[in-house]
Structures are given as structure tokens and as C-alpha cells.
């Protein structure tokens, strides 16, 4: 399958294309709105293979949870270039493509981006290699310690910017617990994974309406409209 990923969850935008086997990633952190930088990572990827557009075939895109409007980007352009192009989209949690990247075996992962207000967009889940992460706490909008009060015992991988503004409060509460910063998911392993779950249910991704965005919590603005209605 040549598939094109996509996530803009976070400030780490995720463009990886595998096209007959190669694979052009161009995932990086980017400052700048990713309304302006995602076209033209897509654009670049496609050029790196030769390609265009319409040599995809499957496409997968981050759902979050994460930032607002940077799922609305992500979820949005590919529901649009699944219609254009006519081809399935598989939706995905954000969290669970930085976990397939992890390569070190039957360990937990702790994917933790920062949502301010002392709490992150996180999941927790158990690595085994060979199999897809297994999910231990759901993707969500969660006090740091929530995600650490299980299994104190294990060993923890944590990783996210939310992991990192946090540290202090996992390590004193986790015996062993390891973060890597700067991570970045691997594309080969997300376009595994990808794979994977269309292969083993097609018609689960026939449908680009079924992909909506997962948010996880109400934005400020929504919040506030809420206040003033009452």
C-alpha cells in the first residue's frame, strides 16, 4: 500500500509517505502554524518519491487528543484528501503513533503532551514487541499523576513534552522511569502499524466521515460561551 500519515496534535508535525516501499518523511518540530507548513510537507514527501498525490492510496491521520487547532488541521485535510482521492482513512489516537515506535520490549509507555493547567494529553500503554501497544489508560486529558499510580514497580518510558515539563512529579513517583526527549515516531513503524489495522479490517476505514476529531475536553472558548450562557 503507499500511504500518507499525518498528525499535527502537537507542535511536531508528522508527514511520512511510503510509496512501493521507500519512505519520505519529513516530520519536524515546527514553530509556525501547521495551516501553513502541512501542504507543503506533503508536497515535499511527494517530490522526495517521485510522485503526486494521486499515487496514495490508504491515508491515516492523528485524532488527538492534543491541541485544538491542530487536530482540526490534521483531521481536516485528510478527510478532505480521502474524498478527492476516494481512498480509506484510518483515524488513529496521536498517542498510539509515537507508542509503536518504542523498540524496547515489555516495558510501559507514557505518551504526555503538555494541556496546561497542570494536566497533559496523555496515554499510558504496555509494549511487547511484535504486538501493537496495548492500551493501560486510554488517551485523554489527565493529572500527571494519574498515569503513574499503577504499576510503580515497572519500567516506564515517558515521552511528549508533557513528560518532560512534568519529570519531577513521575520520577518521585515511579521507581524506574526513563524519558527521551526530542522524540520523534518512527515512520517505518507507523506505516506498520497502519497497515496492520486497515489489513485486518478494510471496511472499518471505507468511510472518511467516521474519522472525527477526539478532543478529550472542552476548548477555553466553549467554556467561556457556557459561563456567559449561564
Given at each position: 500500500m503507499n500511504i500518507l500519515i499525518l498528525d499535527t496534535a502537537t507542535s511536531i508535525e508528522i508527514v511520512a509517505i511510503?510509496?512501493?516501499?521507500?519512505?519520505?518523511?519529513?516530520?519536524s518540530?515546527?514553530?509556525?502554524?501547521?495551516s501553513v507548513t502541512l501542504f507543503s510537507s506533503i508536497d515535499d514527501a511527494?517530490?522526495?518519491l517521485g510522485i503526486t498525490i494521486h499515487d496514495i492510496n490508504?491515508?491515516?491521520v492523528g485524532i488527538g487528543p492534543g491541541s485544538f487547532t491542530g487536530i482540526r488541521i490534521a483531521v481536516t485535510t485528510a478527510r478532505m484528501?480521502?474524498?478527492?482521492?476516494?481512498?480509506p482513512l484510518v483515524g488513529i489516537h496521536t498517542q498510539m503513533l509515537y507508542a509503536c515506535s518504542i523498540v524496547t520490549d515489555n516495558v510501559d509507555c507514557i505518551v504526555a503532551f503538555d494541556a496546561k493547567k497542570s494536566r497533559v494529553f496523555a496515554a499510558r500503554y504496555r509494549i511487547q514487541?511484535?504486538?501493537?501497544?496495548?492500551?493501560?489508560?486510554?488517551p485523554g486529558d489527565y493529572p500527571v499523576r494519574h498515569l503513574c499510580e499503577i504499576d510503580?514497580?515497572?519500567?516506564i518510558i515517558a515521552i511528549g513534552d508533557g513528560a518532560l515539563k512534568y519529570n519531577n512529579e513521575m520520577t518521585a513517583l515511579i521507581k524506574n522511569i526513563t524519558f527521551l526527549p526530542g522524540f520523534l515516531p518512527q515512520p517505518e513503524a507507523m506505516v506498520a502499524m497502519i497497515e496492520n489495522l486497515y489489513t485486518d479490517n478494510p471496511q472499518k476505514y471505507a468511510d472518511y466521515h467516521q474519522v472525527v476529531p477526539f478532543y478529550s475536553r472542552k476548548s477555553d472558548a466553549e467554556i467561556m460561551r457556557e459561563l456567559k450562557n449561564k
Open positions: 511510503r510509496y512501493e516501499g521507500t519512505i519520505a518523511d519529513k516530520s518540530t515546527t514553530q509556525n502554524s501547521h511527494c517530490k522526495e490508504c491515508i491515516a484528501l480521502a474524498q478527492i482521492l476516494e481512498v514487541q511484535g504486538k501493537l501497544p496495548q492500551v493501560v489508560i486510554p510503580t514497580s515497572k519500567h
